[in-house]
């Protein structure tokens, strides 16, 4: 038989990347409209249509460029955007910035400015950096969505009180005494009911409110207004939509260059990082009600198409004479509320939109704009959010959200959200300078505190504390800390070699008190000490920090040994407490996500209960990604002959339809006992629960005694000998096991699950994949190795190596 060497010239399959919607099927499929679609687009619609109205309102733009923005960004960046669920419009947090376009250039200039703005959006999203945008900090979004909503609130409140707002957030509220002296009644009245409406309809009680609370609360509001208006007559002015004919459309930019780009780059700004957090959100809230009806999940939103489809949203929208367009969490909201299951929602309330931008005109102009004044105003006040005020409070950012807040009302979206950034940094910087230094005299030692980060930053305070430190004193040094940079390092290096010469005593604790070992005199890391200077206070002196975890097996035994229960007590107690203390602040907020969220799993992954197997650090995957079922010789009985066992069967059923998973791995190892054991065994052993268990793995010993099928290979030699034979044969057979589960075969059918076949050599720490180039259902028992490329360019792919083939994928398994 000849040895198989994978073709480096075969091409790689596409991976799917976990943030990312599996690919659609091939072929015709029909056009088909969930009803569940059909009654969330209404409701999304009743929502928009006042909304975008009262936008085009507060911005001085004409109002059917709401409409347009509206129609546009559903239709448009529904149909090409990377979330399913969004609902894209004309957005309350681009208020302050059109209206201020519109007043510096007009109308005409602002419409080419937003086509110029989508356009970037496009190069964007073709750069591929979508998600650079979320690792702004949330307290400088946050406060920049709190300063514009402060500059809308006081920039309608005049019109609520019948007046016309001034150009700037400033001169809004120093106009307010003279605005509130003359207040129209017929206004105030108007508005005060669009107000008390917004406000009480969502907190009616019972059932009947829970009915009524069916109609959204803006269309209720806006309705009694004008209902209102017009019973009493009210003189207050009315929505006033010329003919389409006279629609005003985009004309070339006319103004200074550097003020244009400044609009398109803020245009670009805002819209993007607004869509893409908003994007973030309605993943959360789909998983979210996904976990609680157990309805089919939503495929996760693809940022970049999302950031393309907003750009071509928005260069439609300028050419139309529409409004900028964005991701709007509000009417993306209700439309998950609503019960959307697909994109269809999204595009039919566009439909909707230009439906009644097109028939609806007599009733659209009953509509007074004092109402539609006071809804925008609440939504205003309403993206000053007291959550995220908590939230950044207590994160300790609090400083940076007000710089940011005062930023934009005071100075402008962009100067706001720099002096915000500037302050981030400055923050960050002073949190890793503050390094807290400390020396006192116990039991007649020197004892030395050091408490944070030890950087260069701290090296003159550090060095000044330990010189003076008396000559041939006994002293320790405590270090409560995560990081120390090379210079820390070599001052406390030096520094106790001089003391150790003068006849001193140096002991380095960690917070607990328990002992580090010295740095030795070389130059070189020391035990306890990273490469790096990362310095682990809790860690074992015979274990050297070159993983996140500790092998226990170490000599080193506490100092009360005699009175510790045993050395496994002890080693357990021992990895708590530093999970507690070193992992657990950073895994704390994924983990609090994920209570709130639920689990959502990209793979169901199914290996041996062999302690050598760690399925994250194989895997480079954390929480949430890997649905693990773990059993000895990581087999997959056959329906119907688990004998009274069925977990692994439920635990196939859970992950494939409940939780959706898009693909199963099954993991087998080198040395698998299990796999030796079934060799051994013979007909005539005694019964027991392991030999009952092996039995699903004969299947495995005959396909590999079979003339049938080809010995499986790996990486183009042979097994070492039988048992790795038989490990790699057990991979392939039990995922054939796989095929005959009626839940599994159907969402093969359906190309929405693949299937992956792994091995793992312990000895070498190389893990291989199975390369199907065969015919559908036929493997050709080919194991590749992943390259260490393949973790080093790829990072995580939703808990696997970028690599690796679905069953039906004609090409052989490669890194990528």
């Not at 969505?145 to 009180?161: K, P, R, S, W």
């Not at 100075?411 to 230094?437: K, Q, S, Y």
């Not at 701290?458 to 004193?473: D, M």
């Not at 306890?528 to 000599?555: I, K, L, M, V």
């Amino acid at each position: 038989m000849t040895l198989c060497t994978p073709d480096r010239t075969t091409s790689r399959p596409r991976v799917q990347r976990p943030h990312s919607p599996p690919d659609g099927g091939k072929g015709h499929r029909r056009f088909r409209i969930a009803g569940a679609d059909l009654s969330a687009s209404m409701t999304v619609f009743l929502i928009a249509l006042p909304l975008s109205l009262g936008i085009a309102l507060a911005t001085g733009a004409p109002l059917q460029a709401g409409l347009v923005a509206a129609a546009v960004g559903g239709i448009v960046a529904g149909r090409l955007g990377g979330s399913p669920l969004q609902v894209s419009g004309p957005a309350a947090g681009l208020t302050v910035v059109t209206a201020e376009l519109i007043q510096r250039y007009g109308w005409r200039t602002t419409c080419a400015i937003t086509v110029l703005a989508g356009l970037a959006q496009l190069g964007l999203a073709a750069l591929r950096v979508a998600r650079s945008a979320l690792v702004v900090s949330p307290a400088i979004v946050h406060g920049m969505v709190a300063g514009i909503g402060v500059t809308i609130a006081l920039a309608q409140l005049h019109i609520v009180l019948g007046g016309n707002p001034q150009s700037s957030a400033v001169d809004n509220a120093l106009g307010l005494p003279a605005q509130l002296a003359d207040v129209s009644p017929a206004a105030l009245a108007v508005s005060a009911l669009t107000v008390g409406l917004l406000l009480v309809w969502p907190r009616l009680p019972g059932r009947t409110g829970r009915l009524l609370r069916l109609v959204p609360a803006a269309l209720v509001a806006v309705a009694a207004a004008t209902v209102l208006a017009t019973l009493a007559g009210l003189g207050v002015p009315r929505v006033d939509l010329p003919s389409w004919s006279s629609h005003a459309l985009p004309g070339l930019p006319d103004g200074p260059v550097l003020g244009i780009a400044a609009g398109v780059l803020t245009i670009t700004l805002v819209t993007s990082v607004q869509s893409l957090l908003s994007a973030v959100a309605v993943d959360k809230l789909a998983a979210k009600r996904a976990a609680d009806t157990g309805t089919a999940a939503v495929p996760r939103s693809r940022l970049d198409r999302e950031l393309a489809g907003q750009g071509a949203a928005n260069m439609v929208s300028g050419a139309l004479g529409g409004l900028p367009v964005a991701g709007v969490a509000v009417r993306s909201v209700a439309n998950v509320s609503a019960g959307a299951v697909s994109r269809h929602s999204t595009m039919l309330h566009g439909l909707w939109i230009v439906l009644a931008a097109l028939f609806l005109v007599p009733l659209l102009e009953l509509i007074p704009l004092p109402a539609l004044a006071a809804l925008v105003m609440v939504v205003g006040v309403q993206m000053v959010s007291i959550t995220h005020i908590r939230t950044v409070t207590r994160h300790r950012e609090v400083l940076v959200y007000a710089v940011t807040v005062t930023g934009v009302v005071f100075v402008g979206i962009l100067e706001g959200v720099a002096l915000g950034i500037a302050v981030a940094v400055a923050v960050a910087m002073h949190r890793l300078a503050r390094t807290r230094i400390t020396r006192e005299e116990r039991d007649g030692r020197q004892l030395v505190r050091i408490r944070g980060q030890l950087t260069f930053l701290a090296v003159p305070r550090l060095s000044r504390a330990l010189h003076q430190l008396p000559p041939g004193s006994d002293v320790v040094v405590e270090l409560d800390g995560s990081f120390m940079d090379h210079a820390a390092y070599e001052t406390l290096h030096d520094w106790q070699a001089a003391h150790l010469s003068r006849g001193g005593s140096v002991d380095m604790t960690g917070p607990s008190g328990r002992r580090i070992t010295e740095p030795t005199q070389g130059h070189g890391p020391v035990d306890g000490f990273g490469s790096d200077g990362d310095y682990e206070a809790g860690g074992h002196s015979c274990c050297r920090p070159w993983t996140p975890w500790r092998n226990h097996q170490c000599q080193e035994q506490p100092a009360d040994a005699e009175e510790a229960p045993s050395p496994t007590a002890h080693r357990l107690a021992s990895g708590i407490g530093a999970f507690q203390r070193d992992t657990a602040p950073l895994v704390r907020d994924e983990l609090a996500r994920l209570a709130r969220e639920g689990q959502q799993p990209s793979q169901l992954f199914l290996t041996c209960a062999d302690s050598r197997l760690v399925t994250s650090m194989i895997t480079s995957s954390g929480p949430g990604d890997l649905f693990t079922v773990r059993n000895v010789g990581n087999l997959v009985p056959l329906p119907g002959e688990e004998s009274g066992d069925d977990s692994v069967a439920a635990a196939i059923e859970y992950a494939v339809e409940v939780l959706r998973v898009e693909s199963i791995t099954v993991c087998g190892h080198s040395g698998c006992s299990a796999m030796q054991a079934l060799l051994n065994s013979g007909p005539d052993d005694p019964p027991s629960p392991l030999r009952r268990w092996l039995r699903h793995g004969r299947p495995s010993l005959e396909r590999m005694a079979s003339r049938r099928h080809a010995w499986a290979r790996i990486s183009g030699r042979l097994p070492a000998d039988a048992v790795e034979q038989l490990c790699l044969t057990n991979v392939v057979q039990q995922l054939e096991h796989l095929r005959a589960y009626e839940s599994v075969a159907r969402r093969l059918a359906d190309g929405t699950l693949t299937l992956h076949g792994m091995y793992f050599h312990v000895g070498e720490a190389q893990a291989y994949l199975l390369a199907d180039t065969d015919e559908v259902h036929s493997y050709d028992d080919v194991f590749n190795h992943v390259p260490p490329t393949a973790a080093g360019s790829g990072g995580r792919t939703g808990g696997m190596p970028a690599a690796g083939t679905g069953t039906g994928d004609r090409e052989t398994a490669r890194a990528s």
